[in-house]
């Protein structure tokens, strides 16, 4: 509880002491008045000077001109122990209520607290600590024991193992060695760490990351709009409902003015609509907060509405259902041996870096260049020239002759004949001055989890489609492995896009992709949601995806849409529980049957449940469908 909760605290109970005795004096008239109004102004005194306020700002229907007036005409028409019982009541939820919020955002806090402090810099032969802001690119930075590391970077010495949990959600520790890439904001667990920074600290990860999860409240959910919308409407409506109901009934009836007022001061203290206005933005502030402790960050709630709508998710294949590392599972040559073949498509693609052509390099024998689409020297040719050609394959000069290397669209276009083989998986074509030379088998496996993630969406009522540029054969056997509900192969990656649209047109619900954020990026900005898979330090992922789930594991995705859901869940409950319950009590108040007392349930108990109904979204482990 901070200082000014203590504060609050304090005159509550001051407030409350001083009530009570003024309701064991005996005294009447003036001198009754006067005794109530001391606790009054020590507890409502901030509410009415709010009031008038906003008042003097244009700004007159809120909370505390509905309290201000309720309470001043209590006083007014003698109901000096329900005026200020009521200010006491309406103290207490809003101190709860400001307690809960606290504690929300500083449980999110605490859970993004990834901010590194420091960065132990080797400069001139010794190291010195200095802010990460001030790292520049090419430093080498020194990570203990138990120390965040503060910049992305790659090991340049020593090996170990990172706790990753702040990033990925995930609790076991990786390895790290020589060469391995560390990601900002993870902990070095066990040994000390040599390693050289590749980015500065405003485009590292930790930093990319607190930006998405601070600017998340920018982006509101139709819901919490509609709320927000609503509450500027109905209040003044209720005022002036108010209003007709205190002056009506005494004007055109003859009827009590002292009855018909009071009857719409409680009607006033009902109607108070705090208990949406706040419960409902807590709601997605939860789940958005419980999203990113599993490591799931949401760009805002409108997202999180989105996708607990998915009825369709459509998953890239390579590297989001598959691992991504390929590697050469059969040679069929045409004319020459299969050392000859793999050496003549190693080198026309020796300046690829996609993962076929370094899994061809690494059976080779050799590693490729990384100066990807620069024509230059392969190991064992001084003369290569490389022509990638988008989506089909390489063209490439080796030792005087034209090489192609590609699928079966690139065969195709240059007239070739080629010699398919039954074989499931990516198959790359090689033909030598136009003559079809073999065909290099090349296998990549599927995530452990693929399969379960499936399962787990068709149990979700989501049906599964993948996207793939591979033929067709190697397309269906992995759909088929993996249970998927439909394939669309033979794609280029502007073809996605338009296969996208087909599906956005025909789904019932929302349209979910995954992909891996660096070649799906216009997929993922066309989707209804965006999700990006293995994202750890993708800048593309995190600009186009609107979801950035931070590993590799699909099984991220039915949690993401889990919890997404349950996040609705509890906000619909809180609508609805705090409409009824206002609804009931305004009719019994409008007719007599509800005094102040159970206004202030209305107004401060619901407020104070569906509060504490909201802190639930947090709460994620173990969520379900």
Same mark, same amino acid.
């Given at each position: 509880?901070?200082?000014?909760?203590?504060?609050?605290?304090? &005159?509550?109970?001051?407030?409350?002491?001083?009530?009570?005795?003024?309701?064991?004096?005996?005294?009447?008239?003036?001198?009754?008045?006067?005794?109530?109004?001391?606790?009054?102004?020590?507890?409502?005194?901030?509410?009415?000077? &709010?009031?008038?306020?906003? #008042?003097?700002?244009?700004?007159?229907?809120?909370?505390?001109?509905?309290?201000?007036?309720?309470?001043?005409?209590?006083?007014?028409?003698?109901?000096?122990?329900?005026?200020?019982?009521?200010?006491?009541?309406?103290?207490?939820?809003?101190?709860?209520?400001?307690?809960?919020?606290?504690?929300?955002?500083?449980?999110?806090?605490?859970?993004?607290?990834?901010?590194?402090?420091?960065?132990?810099?080797?400069?001139?032969?010794?190291?010195?600590?200095?802010?990460?802001?001030?790292?520049?690119?090419?430093?080498?930075?020194?990570?203990?024991?138990?120390?965040?590391?503060?910049?992305?970077?790659?090991?340049?010495?020593?090996?170990?193992?990172?706790?990753?949990?702040?990033?990925?959600?995930?609790?076991?520790?990786?390895?790290?060695?020589?060469?391995?890439?560390?990601?900002?904001?993870?902990?070095?667990?066990?040994?000390?760490?040599?390693?050289?920074? &590749?980015?500065?600290?405003?485009?590292?990860?930790?930093?990319?990351?607190?930006?998405?999860?601070?600017?998340?409240?920018?982006?509101?959910?139709?819901?919490?709009?509609?709320?927000?919308?609503?509450?500027?409407?109905?209040?003044?409506?209720?005022?002036?409902?108010?209003?007709?109901?205190?002056?009506?009934?005494?004007?055109?009836?003859?009827?009590?003015?002292?009855?018909?007022?009071?009857?719409?001061?409680?009607?006033?203290?009902?109607?108070?609509?705090?208990?949406?206005? #706040?419960?409902?933005?807590?709601?997605?502030?939860? /789940?958005?907060?419980?999203?990113?402790?599993?490591?799931?960050?949401?760009?805002?709630?409108?997202?999180?509405?989105?996708?607990?709508?998915?009825?369709?998710?459509?998953?890239?294949?390579?590297?989001?259902?598959?691992?991504?590392?390929?590697?050469?599972?059969?040679?069929?040559?045409?004319?020459?041996?299969?050392?000859?073949?793999?050496?003549?498509?190693?080198?026309?693609?020796?300046?690829?870096?996609?993962?076929?052509? @370094? +899994?061809?390099?690494?059976?080779?024998?050799?590693?490729?260049?990384?100066?990807?689409?620069?024509?230059?020297?392969?190991?064992?040719?001084?003369?290569? @020239?490389?022509?990638?050609?988008?989506?089909?394959?390489?063209?490439?000069?080796?030792?005087?002759?034209?090489?192609?290397?590609?699928?079966?669209?690139?065969?195709?276009?240059?007239?070739?004949?080629?010699?398919? /083989?039954?074989?499931?998986?990516?198959?790359?074509?090689?033909?030598?001055?136009?003559?079809? +030379?073999?065909?290099?088998?090349?296998?990549?496996?599927?995530?452990?989890?693929?399969?379960?993630?499936?399962?787990?969406?068709?149990?979700?009522?989501?049906?599964?489609?993948?996207?793939?540029?591979?033929?067709?054969?190697?397309?269906?056997?992995?759909?088929?492995?993996?249970?998927?509900?439909?394939?669309?192969?033979?794609?280029?990656?502007?073809?996605?896009?338009?296969?996208?649209?087909?599906?956005?047109?025909?789904?019932?619900?929302?349209?979910?992709?995954? /992909?891996?954020?660096?070649?799906?990026?216009?997929?993922?900005? @066309?989707?209804?949601?965006?999700?990006?898979?293995?994202?750890? /330090?993708?800048?593309?992922?995190?600009?186009?995806?609107?979801?950035?789930?931070?590993?590799?594991?699909?099984?991220?995705?039915?949690?993401?849409?889990?919890?997404?859901?349950?996040?609705?869940?509890?906000?619909?409950?809180?609508?609805?529980?705090?409409?009824?319950?206002?609804?009931?009590?305004?009719?019994?108040?409008?007719?007599?049957?509800?005094?102040?007392?159970?206004?202030?349930? +209305?107004?401060?108990?619901?407020?104070?449940?569906?509060?504490?109904?909201?802190?639930?979204?947090?709460?994620?482990?173990?969520?379900?469908?």
């Amino acid at each position: 509880m901070t200082r000014r909760h203590k504060l609050t605290l304090a &005159r509550i109970l001051i407030a409350f002491a001083l009530f009570i005795a003024a309701e064991l004096i005996p005294l009447e008239g003036v001198r009754k008045l006067l005794v109530f109004l001391v606790p009054y102004f020590i507890v409502g005194w901030d509410v009415l000077w &709010r009031s008038v306020q906003n #008042i003097c700002h244009g700004q007159v229907f809120d909370e505390n001109f509905l309290m201000s007036v309720a309470t001043v005409g209590a006083m007014a028409t003698g109901e000096y122990a329900e005026g200020v019982a009521v200010m006491l009541f309406y103290q207490v939820g809003e101190l709860f209520q400001s307690v809960a919020v606290g504690k929300s955002r500083r449980s999110i806090a605490a859970l993004m607290d990834i901010r590194p402090e420091y960065a132990n810099v080797v400069r001139d032969g010794e190291t010195v600590e200095a802010a990460p802001e001030d790292v520049a690119v090419g430093e080498t930075i020194v990570i203990k024991p138990g120390e965040r590391i503060p910049l992305d970077c790659v090991v340049t010495e020593g090996a170990g193992s990172v706790n990753t949990a702040a990033i990925t959600g995930e609790s076991a520790p990786r390895d790290a060695a020589v060469g391995d890439t560390l990601v900002s904001g993870t902990i070095n667990i066990n040994s000390v760490l040599h390693a050289e920074v &590749r980015s500065v600290y405003a485009e590292s990860t930790v930093a990319r990351i607190l930006d998405l999860v601070e600017n998340s409240s920018e982006r509101k959910a139709r819901t919490e709009n509609f709320i927000t919308r609503f509450a500027r409407f109905y209040t003044p409506a209720v005022v002036f409902a108010a209003l007709a109901l205190g002056l009506i009934p005494p004007l055109a009836l003859g009827e009590p003015w002292a009855k018909w007022i009071h009857r719409a001061l409680v009607f006033l203290v009902v109607s108070c609509p705090c208990a949406l206005v #706040i419960s409902v933005p807590l709601s997605f502030f939860g /789940g958005i907060g419980g999203a990113s402790k599993r490591g799931i960050l949401v760009k805002g709630s409108n997202y999180l509405e989105a996708l607990s709508k998915a009825k369709t998710v459509v998953f890239d294949k390579t590297g989001t259902l598959t691992e991504g590392s390929f590697r050469v599972a059969a040679v069929r040559p045409v004319g020459m041996s299969g050392d000859e073949l793999l050496t003549l498509t190693a080198r026309a693609e020796a300046y690829s870096t996609h993962p076929i052509a @370094r +899994a061809i390099a690494a059976a080779a024998s050799f590693n490729a260049p990384v100066r990807a689409g620069r024509a230059g020297s392969s190991p064992d040719n001084e003369s290569t @020239r490389v022509e990638e050609l988008a989506g089909l394959g390489v063209r490439a000069q080796v030792d005087g002759h034209t090489v192609l290397a590609g699928n079966v669209r690139l065969m195709a276009s240059a007239g070739i004949e080629l010699r398919e /083989g039954n074989e499931n998986g990516t198959v790359v074509h090689t033909a030598v001055d136009g003559v079809y +030379a073999g065909a290099i088998l090349i296998d990549d496996e599927t995530k452990p989890d693929a399969r379960p993630t499936v399962d787990r969406l068709h149990a979700m009522g989501v049906r599964s489609v993948m996207l793939t540029g591979d033929r067709s054969a190697s397309a269906r056997a992995v759909a088929d492995e993996l249970g998927i509900d439909e394939v669309l192969s033979d794609l280029l990656p502007q073809d996605k896009v338009a296969a996208l649209e087909k599906l956005l047109d025909k789904a019932d619900g929302t349209v979910a992709f995954v /992909g891996d954020g660096i070649n799906d990026a216009p997929v993922l900005t @066309r989707a209804d949601v965006g999700l990006a898979m293995g994202a750890l /330090g993708s800048d593309a992922a995190i600009e186009a995806a609107d979801m950035v789930l931070m590993d590799d594991k699909p099984s991220k995705v039915p949690e993401a849409i889990a919890i997404s859901r349950r996040t609705m869940r509890i906000v619909r409950q809180n609508i609805i529980f705090a409409l009824a319950v206002k609804l009931i009590i305004l009719v019994l108040g409008a007719f007599g049957h509800a005094d102040m007392w159970l206004a202030v349930f +209305a107004d401060v108990g619901v407020a104070v449940l569906a509060i504490l109904n909201a802190l639930r979204a947090m709460n994620v482990s173990g969520v379900e469908k």
